[in-house]
């Protein structure tokens, strides 16, 4: 059997509109999984970010390095903001800047602490 110039046309548009539409769930179905992923991301990032905020509190930085808390508190509440409104991707970027100034202010307990410890004169 030959087909005509328009039944083969036909076919062909059939198969590309098939592929694209199969093309289309398949992306839909991806961004779906993503934007979970995304929210598990950005949560374990705002948790894992209070943690060293939690960390550098208990090593008294508000009181010997408030500068550097202080940013990552202000960080950590952005982070949580953008959680809230589903900007996964801001919430990540937010809540490594919280851990990093978290991270940044205790080290600098530590040195100051270190720094007591090295000038102590002993008898």
Not at 9 to 32: D, E, H, K, P
Not at 55 to 74: I, L, N, V
Not at 95 to 111: F, G, H, N, R
Request: aromatic letters at 4%.
């Amino acid at each position: 059997m030959i087909e005509t110039d328009n039944q083969l046309q036909r076919n062909v548009a059939r198969g590309v509109l098939l592929l694209i539409l199969g093309s289309l769930l398949m992306i839909g179905c991806a961004t779906t999984k993503n934007k979970k992923t995304s929210k598990e991301a950005a949560e374990k990032a705002v948790a894992s970010a209070q943690s060293q905020l939690q960390s550098a509190k208990q090593a008294d930085a508000p009181t010997h390095s408030p500068q550097e808390y202080q940013r990552a508190m202000e960080a950590l509440a952005s982070a949580r903001n953008f959680l809230n409104q589903g900007k996964y991707s801001a919430a990540i970027n937010f809540a490594e800047q919280a851990a990093y100034w978290a991270q940044i202010a205790k080290e600098e307990v530590l040195k100051k602490a270190g720094r007591k410890i090295k000038g102590r004169k002993t008898k």
